[in-house]
Each structure stands twice: as C-alpha cells, then as structure tokens.
RNA sequence: GCUCCCAUCGUCUAGCGGCCUAGGACGUAGCCCUCUCAAGGCUAAAACACGGGUUCGAUUCCCGUUGGGAGCGCCA
C-alpha cells in the first residue's frame, strides 16, 4: 500500500508550534516511506476561517520548506462531495433530520450533567417517527433550514482504534452520540469531513495531535456506516507550555512566522521540534536529510512535552555554526537591515559576523551585537562610559591613538606591542587599557577579543572612533 | 461530572526484566582558558510519582491511587 500522508490545518489563525511538528512528522514520514504529502485546508467553519490565515500558514511551511506534493486543497470547495456522502447516509437509514433547536440542545446538556452524564444529545429525534428523507443535504428551494442532519451511532458494541502510537484503544460506543454532520446552513462538520476527505484522498495513515484521539472512534463509526477501510491513526501527544497547559499565546510566541522574525533559522526549528518527542539514541542536532533517513514513528514517545524557548535557542546556534561567514552575512541581512543598516561591504561585513558568530545564538542577536561594526557613530552605554572613559583613561586612549597613527596596518602583530608597552609602562593590567579601547570602538564592554576588533574595523575607522571618544 | 490518554533529573529524552552505581542534551553551579563577553574543556548538584502484585530479579509487565492532559459544540 502506497503511503499518502496529508496536514490539515484549519486557517483560524497562524501556523503555530505545534502544528508545526504535526507538519514536520507527517512529512519525514511520507519522505522517508517514498510516499506522498498532501496540504489540506479545513475551512468548513466560515465564522472564523480567513484569507489571510490561509496565506500566513502556507508561507510559514514554505519557510519551514515542508513542500507538499499534492494541494493544497480547500474543503469549501468539495461541498458536493460531502453533501453526496451524506445523502448516502439518509437514503440507507444511517443518518437523520434533527430539528432541536439549540436552546433545547443546551438545556439537554445541562441536565445530563447535572444527573453526572455526559452532556450528549437524547436523540430525540432519531426516536421520533422519521421525518421524509428526501435529499435533505441537496436541498434548494424554498425548504425550511431549521434542522441539521445527525448520524445515526449504533447504540451499542465497542469501536476499537489501532494506534501506532498508543496501540489499541477501546471505547464503547455508549460513550458516543449522534454527531451533527451537516450544519443547518447546509455546511458539513469537521468529524464527518474529515472522514470523507481522508477516504477520497485515499489517506493511508493519519498522523495527527491526540487532541483528536477521542474523535477517533466516532470517525471509525463514521467509516463504517459509509462503508469504508479506516486508514492508519497514529496520535502524538501534546506539546505544553512551562505550566504544563497546552501551549497557547500566552507562553509568547507560538507562530512559526515569530521564530522566523526572531532570527531562528528553519532546519533549527525543526530539529528542536522533532526531538520534542522523537529521539534517535543521544542524539540532538539532525540535519534535515539525517531527519528523513531517522525518522521513525514507532520512536514517537506518548507522553506530552514542554516546550523549552532555551533549548530551541542552543539548538539554533548549533546550527548556526554549520554555515560560512558568507554564507552568514545573506542570513543575517534582514536583520541588519531592521536596525536600518545596509551592508555595503560584503567581504567587511563578512570578518565583522566571524568575529561574533559565537556570541548570538540568532540571527537576531547576532545582527544586533554586529551592528557596531557597520554604524558609522557608536552607541555608547552609559554605565560603560562612566566607568571606562575616565578623564584619566581618556589621556591613555589620547596616547593610544598617537602611537596607532604610525604604524600602517592594525593586525595582532603591530597591537601586540603597542599595547604591552604601554601596559608596562603605565603599569597596568591589560584589562585597564583594553576595555577604555573596547568601549571606545563599540560603545559597550562586551565584544570580541579587542585585537580581533581592531584588525577588522581597520586604522582609519579606530582613529576616527577614539577621536570621537576623547570628545 | 463522565470517557479516553499520559507519567525517568527543572526541561527534552535513552532505557524495550538482570548490561542501571539509571546514560545523553538544554539549563543551573564551580573550575580551567582569558583583555570583556561568549565559545570550548573539565567537574558537580539533579529523576525512575506512590502503593500493591507477577517474577529468582523490576525503571521496564499487571492492577489501583495520585497527578497532569484531552474530549464530551450546528469549532477544528
């Protein structure tokens, strides 16, 4: 049997974390069996489905590069596909007109609570004398729309669901009720969609959250009724914020598109994404390729994960590490060019990220701790000024910027001496003498190794610099 | 409330009856390196939720308890 895998996001908002994942699993899977990955849009709920959703998680799996290869599909334009299903479902007697308003629906619910039920349907309806069938999902003219279409559950037995994940679950079917399956605006509900799609789209294995665990054996039933062969499930679990509640906004950032804003790079992501609940051995960082060879679901893992914003960030500068300054100075482009700045000498830019890669775990800070190499005024932190450009190491920089003026090039070789020299003579700790020079050239204490600065930034650039720093 | 699922360091996890004195990673702490900060190296603290079984032997199997998650929508 051919694997034919799909993700079926429904556009009420951004690609999120944990969809993420669910895309990310269902497409190593469908590579590494050689089979196919299908992109479907569940936009069945018209109050809350957007354009601009839709868009925003298309571009957040391109960006992840989680290309698809057949889609993606919207199910608002499959309507007759599913109305046809239904139909079925009335003319065999499988399902039925339920016309309970929905204050008498609230009011069943309430009750059965009350009593220490399950807030199910009474199928009142189903009881009653049957109203005609007729086409109830096809209907046009001028027909009343006050009754939705129910499916008729079996009242009794056991429906079991062959997970890959979690094995075998039985559930009987007690515990499941009649399941509206059209809307009485004539529009089709998610667990009978879902059931139809899959089915057409000849899906063979459903690799989803287990949020949908407990709809699964309602669209096993939903199979049956309509006649056919369940595919594979297999559910992975949750993924959780620090307080151990699903993950939501108000953990922070949950889109793919604000990890991307942030300067976290995609192969990242997803490496820290896949080993929320997948692991191979010890092993923590996989390019994408090891990924698709590894990756198995029988190494899935069943209990939920917290998501960790620090790891992800150690993750990402492993990563990081994996591409060459050049390659770096394109990767980091967006972000200098938020902070305004241009990169106007490729090569420049290029030693100017070298010196600092180890220093931002992304790309964000890692622009941002760059910056000062390509402003043309420093930045100056105030406590460092305070404490480093004293009037008295203001004469030392003074001194500093005469004995740099002659010598042709700043490299480790010519600033080696100059600096020790000045050190003995002045006896000083080395620390005296480079930190004025560091809070001189890049406004802060904190950079790299002030010789390497130095070299970079070149002679014209530090003597305008001190220069500006003894003013 | 009912039903289903889950349970190893703070976090992600390895473990699939003896190899466990429970391993790795993030984070944390200390030391080394050192012109600052990182990176790197070394070291440390840190877990089998609890109670019953099964077994010669349980982190591993079974049951219960507790805790957490999910579902119970004319949302997906």
Redesign the pocket.
């Known amino acids: 049997m051919s694997v034919r895998v799909r993700f ?3 556009p ?1 908002g951004h690609l999120h974390i944990g969809g993420a994942r669910t895309a990310l699993y269902n497409w190593l899977f469908a590579r590494r069996e050689q089979g196919v990955f299908i992109l479907r849009i ?4 018209t ?3 957007t354009q601009e959703y839709t868009q925003s998680i298309l571009d957040g799996m391109s960006w992840l590069g989680l290309t698809w290869d057949e889609g993606p599909f919207h ?1 608002m334009e499959r309507m007759p596909i599913y109305r046809e299903h239904v139909d079925r479902l009335l003319a065999e007697g499988k399902a039925y007109r ?5 204050e008498r ?1 609230e009011e069943v ?1 309430k009750a ?2 009350a009593a ?6 009474d199928r009142k309806c189903r009881n009653e004398e049957r109203l005609p069938a007729g086409s109830a999902a096809g209907r046009t003219k001028n027909e009343e729309r ?3 279409i129910r499916f008729a559950a079996p009242l009794t037995g056991t429906t079991v669901v062959h997970d890959m994940i ?2 075998e ?4 079917n007690k ?1 499941l ?1 009649d ?2 399956i059209l ?3 004539g ?1 089709p ?3 009978f ?2 059931v139809v799609d899959d089915v057409t789209m000849q899906i063979s294995h459903v690799i989803r959250g ?6 699964t054996p309602r669209q096993i039933l939903l199979y049956q009724a309509l006649g056919y062969p369940a595919p594979i499930f297999a ?1 992975l ?2 993924i ?1 914020g ?1 307080d ?3 993950l939501s906004k108000r953990h922070g950032a949950t889109s793919v598109i604000a990890y991307r804003d942030a300067g976290y790079l995609p192969g990242a992501l997803l490496n820290y994404l896949a ?5 191979h ?2 092993q ?1 960082i996989f390019t994408m390729d090891e990924m698709t060879r590894l990756f198995r679901l029988e ?1 899935v ?8 914003p ?2 992800l ?2 993750v990402n ?1 492993e990563h990081l590490k994996k591409y060459t300054d050049d390659q770096l100075v394109d990767l980091a482009r967006p972000f200098f060019e938020k902070q305004g700045l241009a990169i106007v000498d490729r090569g420049y830019t290029a030693r100017a990220l070298h010196s600092e890669r ?2 931002g775990k992304t790309l964000d800070e890692l622009a941002a701790i760059t910056a000062f190499y390509l402003r043309d005024a420093v930045t100056f932190d105030e406590a460092a000024v305070t404490k480093w450009l004293t009037a008295e190491k203001k004469g030392l920089l003074k001194e500093i910027a005469e004995r740099l003026g002659q010598v042709s090039d700043l490299s480790d070789l010519t600033l080696k001496p100059i600096l020790e020299e000045l050190q003995k003579q002045h006896n000083l ?3 005296d003498i ?2 004025p020079i ?1 809070v001189a050239l890049t406004g802060t ?8 600065v130095m070299a970079i930034l070149g002679k014209e650039r530090v003597l305008t610099r001190l220069a500006r720093a003894l003013q």
């Open positions: 079926a996001p429904s009420t569940e936009d069945t709920d109050e809350r489905s199910q339920c016309t309970c308003s929905p629906l619910r059965a609570l220490g039920r399950k807030p199910t349907y006050n009754f939705c979690r094995g679950i039985a559930v009987d515990e009720d399941l509206i809307r009485s605006d529009t509900t998610y667990n969609t879902v287990d949020d949908h665990l407990n709809n559910h679990p949750m959780l620090a151990k509640q699903r080993r929320l609940g997948w692991s051995g010890d923590e190494d893992g069943k209990a939920p994960a917290v998501f960790d620090e790891k960030k150690w500068s180890e220093r700790k080395l620390v480079a930190q560091r204490t904190v950079s790299p190794g002030i010789f390497e």
